[in-house]
């Protein structure tokens, strides 16, 4: 329960946050993007941008909506520099990485659109659309969720992988927290960065890494010391271990069996001192998840690789347990992004540039986190037809937030009548903007690591 003094400290922490973005993170167009960023949590549903300037917290004419998001500047560094200050600073930290993508199926204007997958029907029956994919690098708040909060958003070019973007983003993210000794920072991350081109970007920074592993890989252990007179080149590979082939696994270095609340019984197998072959010097630890052991016919097992930092934390111990359980903390971002989607309209404006669709990206990545920090502060508003709350939603507190904004205030400052513009000059002809081809990695460009 909430007492006064708490209340006092999460309102005054809110405020300051708000501060920081204003004076720190916003560069241009300060005043316009903060109401920009408090109409979008007034209002109850996002049902197109300009609406947005209808909202009680926009005091601004419609057409400053549009100036705000395009001639507005955000400071990313400053802004990853404001929302470090309200990460925990020890214990097991969860941060995942994943993608999602900005369907722009119709934008003949846009440049550098590419074919991503989505879930749609635009393209190829329903898993390739056209659009921007973004590389997402987001916190878990609390495990079994919707509290994904995002760290770093960068849209991937046509030029780079999401692998190398991620792998930045990694790296970032160990810079940031270099001054958080008492942290294990973990990154749990899919499939497809399950491989020695993303792993070996981020091998030796303080974060450890958690990525899923095919079920057909094959991985070798530490090749055994030469012994003389032996000529030629050092071996640099030693015993098989296929995954599909339980003969080459041996006896594993840890074994880990447990009732999981959500999972049930739960079986995990762990492997130390694993490499691929085309990357010997690169080494991590293997864990085999079995899962619903207790069913006739199980699900098939899931493997994971562990990329551990330098140093441990003392006082934190790293077992098949914690790296499994760090994975499993990775799904937050799927109802994380659905709600920034579906509720804070990250993909409902159809604006002209990318450079724009940027710019709105991290507004609603702030909206998201204002509500994390008013959460402590709101009280439950329920409509008639849903339940109390005790732990909070995202949407449960956007919809509770109202009574807040009179504690809170604004800092931007009061719009300034500048009286009717011109308008466009009577007889210049206007120049139709260029269009662009979706651009398909792969052969149309030349990626970059």
């Known amino acids: ?97 994943d993608g999602s993508c900005w369907p722009r199926p119709r934008g003949r204007v846009l440049s550098d659109l590419q074919y991503v997958y989505q879930a749609s029907s635009d393209v190829n029956g329903g898993t390739v659309t056209v659009g921007y994919p973004y590389s997402l690098l987001e916190w878990c708040a609390e495990p079994h969720s919707s509290w994904s909060l995002a760290l770093d958003v960068r849209r991937v070019p046509s030029t780079q992988t999401a692998q190398a973007v991620g792998a930045a983003q990694v790296q970032a993210l160990a810079q940031l927290r270099s001054d958080c000794p008492e942290a294990l920072d973990i990154v749990p991350a899919d499939g497809k960065y399950g491989n020695a081109e993303f792993l070996r970007q981020v091998q030796g920074l303080r974060v450890g890494l958690v990525t899923r592993l095919r079920r057909d890989r094959v991985l070798y252990r530490p090749a055994p010391p030469a012994t003389p007179p032996r000529r030629g080149r050092p071996r640099k590979h030693g015993a098989r271990f296929a995954f599909k082939d339980p003969d080459t696994w041996r006896t594993p270095d840890e074994v880990c069996e447990f009732e999981d609340a959500y999972y049930g019984q739960v079986r995990l197998e762990r492997w130390n001192g694993l490499h691929e072959r085309k990357a010997s010097h690169l080494t991590y630890d293997v864990v085999r998840a079995s899962i619903h052991c207790e069913r006739a016919q199980p699900p098939q097992a899931v493997w994971f690789a562990w990329l551990a930092p330098p140093t441990i934390p003392s006082g934190i111990v790293v077992t098949a347990r914690t790296i499994w359980s760090a994975y499993g903390q990775r799904w937050p971002i799927e109802p994380g992004v659905r709600f920034r989607k579906e509720r804070l309209g990250w993909n409902l404006p159809r604006f002209q540039s990318a450079a724009t669709g940027d710019t709105w990206t991290l507004l609603v990545a702030v909206a998201h986190w204002m ?76 990626l970059t690591a």
């Open 1 to 97: 329960m909430s007492t006064p003094d708490t209340t006092r400290e999460n309102l005054t922490r809110l405020i300051a946050f708000r501060q920081a973005v204003y004076e720190r993170v916003f560069t241009a167009r300060r005043d316009a993007l903060f109401e920009v960023l408090d109409a979008l949590l007034a209002v109850e549903s996002v049902s197109s941008f300009a609406m947005l300037s209808q909202s009680e917290r926009f005091r601004r004419s419609w057409s400053s909506l549009y100036a705000a998001v395009e001639d507005g500047a955000i400071d990313q560094e400053a802004l990853q520099s404001v929302l470090a200050q309200q990460l925990p600073r020890q214990g097991v930290c969860i941060f995942p990485l």
């Open 371 to 446: 509500l994390f920090l008013a959460r402590p502060i709101v009280a439950d508003t329920p409509l008639p037809w849903q339940k109390p709350q005790q732990r909070l939603t995202p949407q449960r507190v956007r919809q509770s937030l109202k009574p807040i904004f009179l504690l809170i205030g604004s800092p931007a400052g009061a719009p300034k009548p500048r009286g009717k513009a011109p308008g466009w000059p009577t007889g210049t002809p206007r120049t139709p903007k260029e269009r662009f081809k979706v651009v398909k990695k792969g052969t149309t460009t030349a």
